[in-house]
């Protein structure tokens, strides 16, 4: 395994086990364990997290360890800003030419996600990324959606959290709304739509806080660039 590859893997696989709350902020994180955990070496695996440094999701502190940084809240809301407004070009592109197939697969994946509203949390955010990525797909642009994702590091873990939350159960109603407005309402309206479903983070992340205040920060995590 080359070492650029090796690094790419255990930087993925360490991202994921952070977004989905298998590392929790805070927990410590030893190169020699997750090294030997992936088979790989201990160089790729300093390497990958030091770009989990620089992409604010873990701390390296060179007296007391690497810890899984807390959730940014600051950059948390910049990313969800940066989502709603690409979401929102992309949306009003597809806005009144959706075909009846196209919106009988919206509405299908909206029902899916409905019988699985109270099970499998994974495949409750694998539903919710396809209708929000089908948008870009009609477009012919799902590449920046997957770049999108790629990039988001805070407001993907609070995602993690809605699933356990009463907000959750609001999914099917905001996503039912925003293709309405896709196939029937105008800019304001398709804006307003998508406006109110991601904004609900904010109730999402006051709950979270009140269970587990010590995962949250307010300000960003300035990296250092050796480990």
């Not at 790729?44 to 690497?66: D, Y």
């Not at 009463?166 to 896709?182: D, G, M, P, Q």
């Amino acid at each position: 395994m080359a070492s650029r590859s090796a690094r790419e893997i255990a930087y993925e696989t360490i991202r994921s086990r952070i977004i989905t709350m298998d590392l929790k902020p805070g927990d410590e994180l030893n190169d020699r364990e997750l090294a030997q955990e992936l088979g790989i070496s201990r160089t790729p695996m300093r390497e990958a997290l030091i770009m989990l440094n620089i992409a604010h999701m873990v701390v390296i502190k060179p007296q007391s360890g690497t810890h899984v940084a807390p959730i940014d809240l600051k950059l948390m809301e910049m990313e969800q800003f940066a989502r709603f407004t690409l979401e929102k070009e992309i949306l009003n592109r597809l806005r009144g030419h959706v075909t009846p197939q196209q919106e009988a697969e919206y509405r299908r994946n909206i029902e899916d996600y409905r019988v699985l509203e109270a099970d499998r949390e994974m495949r409750l955010l694998e539903l919710d990324n396809a209708f929000h990525r089908r948008a870009f797909e009609l477009c012919g642009m799902e590449e920046h959606f997957d770049h999108m994702l790629s990039t988001f590091q805070h407001i993907e873990r609070l995602r993690k959290f809605s699933l356990q939350t009463e907000e959750n159960k609001s999914v099917c109603a905001a996503h039912t709304r925003i293709l309405e407005a896709v196939l029937r309402g105008s800019e304001e309206d398709l804006s307003r739509a998508l406006s109110d479903h991601l904004n609900r983070y904010k109730l999402s992340v006051e709950q979270a806080r009140q269970r587990h205040p010590e995962y949250f920060t307010e300000g960003t995590v300035h990296p250092v660039d050796h480990i």
